[in-house]
């Protein structure tokens, strides 16, 4: 070893893994320190049909359980282990029930009371006082875990009611083709008896007869997920620093240690590639190749940068591998001789690009300009001072268009905004309004503000927001490039929410926080919101602020905006936004209840998981991942006076970077680097990513002092 050589060395530990890296099936468990396999495992089969089957009548798509009728499910295990496992179903229970579920798991016969005794508090079961009309809503029973069994399970449902005393939805075979693009058929585990389970029909469900397809009946265990994946971000052998020029170095030598515990019937495997640019995207990453024994040493690797993947697994379902950290020690050659120029950064305002764990798809904005065109939207943000002022012009916009029904079996933004001339021949919009909400299905305006966003090239998106049990609203989430983070919007009251102390619009997540922060317990479905706080008024103690905007009603007042603050406990969003560019699978069909697994869903410890969904995640990087960001990455060249600039950006319908040095003109780069030669001073550099439509995101800003 040289002599002249020198050694760099640190850690990361969990949580600086957790913070930028991707957690596939996984989960951060912080009182352990450790990245582990997710705890929560959903089987189901009736997702892409849950809903109303197209041309069916009178609830047909529901089953009356009353004496003489059974139905029937099973569900497949890989492995029946389990901490704890509860049947769910999307149902009814008639008001005031008096009559048990009889539930048989496997020939164990389990007894579900009516939910008056079993769960006084979840009245939303088995009354109508929350709510115009009694709903259908997802169930949960506690049934148990040792009667399961690998392979097929068998669960059995009936009541021995003379009159229907508990409902059960089918999801229609004839509809898995219009909600999955993979499971087109039902797998045929459903049946219904007549005869007190001597005779299974599999083919006439319902309590018509008339449906093929699938009891919505699931299954949620308390267990482990077979397999997980973590997906680090570039790591730099080299320096652990960050935001600062990054020196020419050559590695002589790397040893990268990952700390890691597999216990019995659980294993890790790490793969890893190395590369000379801190992009994952470069072409100059070599291939991922397996590390054996959770050490990798390397004499002079053709790269400074590593990525590495943690594949965990588990074939017993109660114990989990973990993933605790990992440790860097590189061995450095000599540093290149001192020249007389002195270089540093002076000041860095940064972007940051964190890649969520799932994948997100976007719409591509041009298949939305015959709506821009034909509303003539261009002419109604033009003037706007801010682009943050142009979405509020839009939201407006959604309040007052005219506004149909959207075909719930076959989506089209073209079928809600109606074009129709005002007394000045442009587009005519409604109001004032008799009451502060327009009329109409909540998710229709606001996939009207989605849309005309999305064409004027602004990342937009569908929220669900329902705390258990309140029933649910539909909203919209804009990307702020102002203020460069998701916002939360409401075309219904045509209002957002925003910090009192700051001033600054709030997304969905940091209303869900300022609600919990006045809620007594968590929101459960045994334990619901409405049970909690009655008094809708009590929610004006929360910490927001309510934007008026051109609504003539007040929409702080207790009537109106507690009640619509209360909802945004639990947050489920559509993985894709898609729709213009493929209206198929159908997203939603108006008429189902939730649990689709197209949804991903935010919770929280005062908002805790939804056993109906099947992802789930806690972190606000994975549900609120920021876009259009212009991430920076200085580092020395040969040249003394030249510095290379990279940049990484996770932007929808990306186009070009623009960059400007010093007070020169923006400039487009046709790739995500270039070489900034210094003068004599302060040398500026701003970026930013700019989309098809033009629009960009927010300004990066690296100045470095130079002296010769």
Request: one cysteine or more.
């Amino acid at each position: 070893m040289n002599a002249d050589s020198r050694t760099v060395s640190y850690q990361l530990d969990a949580a600086d893994l957790e913070t930028r890296g991707q957690l596939q099936q996984l989960q951060f468990c912080r009182h352990d320190s450790a990245i582990v396999l997710d705890d929560m495992l959903l089987i189901e089969d009736d997702a892409p049909a849950i809903g109303r089957p197209e041309g069916a009548q009178d609830r047909s798509w529901f089953e009356n359980l009353h004496r003489g009728v059974m139905i029937r499910k099973d569900l497949v295990l890989d492995d029946a282990r389990a901490f704890a496992a509860y049947l769910l179903f999307d149902g009814m229970e008639k008001d005031d029930n008096e009559h048990p579920l009889h539930i048989r798991v496997n020939g164990h016969h389990v007894l579900r009371p009516p939910t008056k005794l079993a769960h006084p508090f979840a009245r939303h079961y088995y009354t109508s006082d929350w709510a115009s009309s009694h709903f259908d809503n997802w169930f949960v029973v506690p049934v148990p875990a040792g009667a399961l069994r690998q392979g097929t399970n068998e669960f059995v449902l009936w009541a021995e009611s003379e009159e229907t005393s508990w409902e059960i939805m089918v999801a229609a075979g004839s509809e898995y083709s219009r909600g999955s693009e993979s499971r087109l058929h039902h797998p045929d585990r459903s049946a219904k008896s007549r005869d007190g389970g001597v005779t299974w029909d599999f083919e006439h469900l319902g309590w018509k007869d008339e449906i093929d397809g699938e009891y919505v009946v699931r299954l949620s265990l308390d267990r482990r997920v077979p397999r997980g994946t973590y997906i680090s971000p570039a790591v730099d052998l080299a320096s652990a620093g960050a935001n600062e020029i990054v020196e020419r170095l050559q590695v002589e030598e790397t040893t990268v240690t990952w700390e890691v515990d597999a216990p019995t019937d659980t294993e890790i495997e790490i793969s890893a590639r190395v590369g000379t640019s801190p992009l994952p995207s470069a072409d100059s990453w070599s291939e991922f190749e397996p590390v054996s024994g959770f050490s990798l040493s390397r004499t002079a690797p053709p790269g400074r940068y590593l990525q590495f993947r943690a594949e965990m697994r588990a074939r017993n379902p109660l114990v989990t591998p973990a993933l605790r950290g990992v440790s860097v020690i590189t061995r450095l050659a000599p540093p290149s001789p001192a020249t007389h120029e002195f270089r540093r950064i002076h000041g860095f305002d940064n972007g940051r690009v964190v890649r969520p764990s799932v994948e997100y798809v976007h719409e591509d904005f041009s298949r939305l300009a015959p709506m821009r065109r034909r509303f003539e939207l261009d002419a109604l943000v033009d003037g706007a001072a801010t682009e943050f002022e142009a979405q509020l012009r839009l939201m407006n916009w959604a309040y007052r268009v005219p506004i149909d029904r959207l075909n719930p079996y076959s989506w089209s933004y073209d079928d809600l905004p109606q074009l129709k001339a005002g007394e000045d021949g442009h587009p005519l919009l409604l109001g004032p309004y008799d009451v502060p909400r327009r009329q109409g299905h909540c998710l229709f305006c606001n996939l009207t503000l989605i849309a005309a966003c999305l064409s004027m090239g602004y990342p937009s998106r569908w929220v669900n927001i329902s705390t258990k049990h309140t029933y649910g609203h539909e909203v919209a989430e804009i990307w702020s490039n102002d203020f460069d983070k998701w916002v939360f919007m409401d075309a219904t009251l045509d209002y957002y929410l925003y910090d009192p102390d700051t001033g600054v619009p709030m997304n969905l997540v940091e209303a869900n926080e300022r609600l919990a922060e006045i809620m007594p317990a968590p929101a459960t479905w045994d334990f619901p919101m409405q049970w909690q706080m009655p008094d809708e008024s009590t929610a004006a103690r929360a910490r927001v602020s309510y934007r008026q905007g051109d609504n003539t009603h007040p929409i702080d007042d207790p009537a109106v905006g507690p009640s619509h603050l209360i909802l945004k406990g639990h947050l489920q969003t559509p993985l894709r936004m898609d729709f213009a560019s493929r209206p198929h699978p159908v997203p939603w069909r108006l008429t189902s209840n939730w649990g689709s697994d197209i949804f991903y869903c935010h919770y929280a410890d005062m908002f805790p998981r939804k056993r109906e969904y099947q992802h789930h995640t806690s972190r606000r990087q994975d549900f609120n991942p920021p876009l259009n960001q212009a991430e920076l990455f200085i580092s020395e060249t040969e040249d003394p006076l030249t510095l290379r600039v990279e940049i990484d950006t996770e932007t929808p319908c990306f186009e070009n970077f623009a960059v400007q040095l010093d007070d020169g003109e923006w400039q487009s780069i046709p790739g995500p680097a270039l070489e900034w030669r210094l003068h004599e001073g302060l040398n500026r550099l701003r970026a930013r990513a700019r989309n098809s439509m033009g629009r960009c995101g927010p300004e990066s800003c690296v100045t470095v002092v130079m002296n010769s």
